[in-house]
C-alpha cells in the first residue's frame, strides 16, 4: 500500500502567519491526492482535490501544489478557524490511505 | 441538500459482528461512489472500504479484508458496512462519505455524515 508521511506533526504558528504543509509519499501518485480539515468533534472537511483544486466554498487562502510524491497545502494568512487537523490522502491506488495528520495549533 | 446519516454502532464483544448503515438523501445515490473511514479515539483518520458507484465494485484495507464487506441497497439509498470478528482495534468512530468525481478525473470524499461510534470489548 502507499504509505503518506506528514511533516511537521505538529505546528504552532500565529493568526496572519503563513502556514506550509507538507505530505509525501511512499511511490508516485500522480496528482490523486487531496486534503482534508478537521476540527475537534467534526467531521473531516474536504478542502482540496486533485491536489491543486479547491473544493466548493473553501476560501482562497487556501491552496494546494505538488505532484508524483511531494505535496504541499499551503494558507496564505491564517485565521483563527484553521487552527485544526489536517490530511491528506491518496487516491491513486486501492487501499486508498491518508497521512498521519498535521497539527496546525495557535502560538 | 446532500445528507448522510449512519447508525448501528453500539458496544460488541471481540469476536461479535454488528451491521452499520448510512441513511443518504439530497443526490443520486445509486450512481455514486461511496466510502467508510474510522477514527480510533485520539488518532487519525484510516479509509476502512469503498464501494464504485453503478458497477458496485468493492475495496477494503488490509486491516479489515476478510472480516469487513461493505455493501448498498440503492431502492432505499443505504450504504452498509457489514463488521466480522470484530477486534478491540475495530474500536472506533465510523464515517460514511460520498465521493464525488470532479472533472471527470479526480475523486474525492465530499461530503461526510457525524459518524456512528462502535466499541468492542469484553
Known amino acids: 500500500e502507499i504509505v503518506l508521511t506528514q511533516s511537521p506533526a505538529t505546528v504552532s504558528l500565529s493568526p496572519g502567519e503563513r502556514a506550509t504543509l507538507s505530505c509525501r509519499a511512499s511511490?508516485?501518485?500522480?496528482?490523486?491526492l487531496a486534503w482534508y480539515q478537521q476540527k475537534p468533534g467534526q467531521a473531516p472537511r474536504l478542502l482540496i482535490y486533485?491536489?491543486?483544486n479547491r473544493a466548493t466554498g473553501i476560501p482562497a487562502r487556501f491552496s494546494g501544489s505538488g505532484s508524483r510524491t511531494d505535496f504541499t497545502l499551503t494558507i496564505s494568512s491564517l485565521e483563527a478557524e484553521d487552527f485544526a487537523v489536517y490530511y491528506c490522502q491518496q487516491r491513486y491506488d486501492w487501499p486508498l490511505t491518508f497521512g498521519q495528520g498535521t497539527r496546525l495549533e495557535i502560538k | 441538500e446532500v445528507q448522510l446519516l449512519e447508525s448501528g454502532g453500539g458496544l460488541v464483544q471481540p469476536g461479535g459482528s454488528l451491521r452499520l448503515s448510512c441513511a443518504a438523501s439530497g443526490f443520486t445515490f445509486r450512481n455514486s461512489a461511496m466510502s467508510w473511514v474510522r477514527q480510533a479515539p485520539g488518532k487519525g483518520l484510516e479509509w476502512v472500504s469503498g464501494?464504485?458507484?453503478?458497477?458496485?465494485?468493492?475495496y477494503h484495507a488490509d486491516s479489515v479484508e476478510g472480516r469487513f464487506t461493505i455493501s448498498r441497497d440503492s431502492s432505499t439509498n443505504t450504504l452498509y458496512l457489514h463488521m466480522n470478528s470484530l477486534r478491540a482495534e475495530d474500536s472506533a468512530l465510523y464515517y460514511c462519505a460520498r465521493d464525488h468525481l470532479y472533472g471527470g478525473v479526480y475523486f474525492s470524499s465530499d461530503c461526510w455524515g457525524q459518524g456512528t461510534l462502535v466499541t468492542v470489548s469484553s
Open positions: 464501494i464504485s458507484g453503478s458497477a458496485g465494485n468493492t
Open positions: 486533485g491536489a491543486s
Open positions: 511511490q508516485s501518485v500522480s496528482s490523486y
